[in-house]
């Protein structure tokens, strides 16, 4: 039993104009690829076949320490691209109306450009590679975090919504070194359908 590469959610160039098929071929077929199979060889490796993704990346301490490091680079990788490509959508950037997810953030934020304000400001500021990320923490408040490399949300006990990868990989042949121009334009593509479909299942909002 392995981890397989998830098929992308929507064609190559379903998110054009704003993120260009070139990239998005790449960064799936290529960059999650390879943190698919060099999940699959290191948990081969350690021998601990048959155990979720998930239970990897949250009972660290399980993972023998030879391994340890290498297990949560690699399927963090995994876990953090497949949470990612789900992020994104075609038809996106369409923010609820109402609804408790709604009524949440806008709370903490008070406006939706409040809130995408202080989101892409965490993800210009990350410094080097990681992502940003819109969590719930363990009393159920929604916060923005940012993690470096491919650490992951999950190993930090958040319950992730939303994230944006801005590893250069995500972004350079299309914006270049401009990380801003990278999130500006992603932000056309956010489904924030399944966004408040994973607060929901978070908190258990029917
Ligand atoms: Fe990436």
Redesign the pocket.
Known sequence: MSFELPKLPYDYQALEPWYDAETVKL?HDK??QT?TDNLNKAVQEAKLEGKTIESLLTAAEAIPDAFRTRIINQGG?YW??NF?WESMTPKGGVFPAEGKFAKALIEKWKTLDAFKEAFAAKALAHFGSG?AWLVLDKNGDLQIIDTHDQASPLSQGFKALLTI?V?E??YYLKFKNVRAEWIKSWWNIVNWEKVEARFNEATGTR
């Open positions: 960064h960059h999650h943190y990788g953090n691209h990612f992502w990868d590893w990989h995500a």
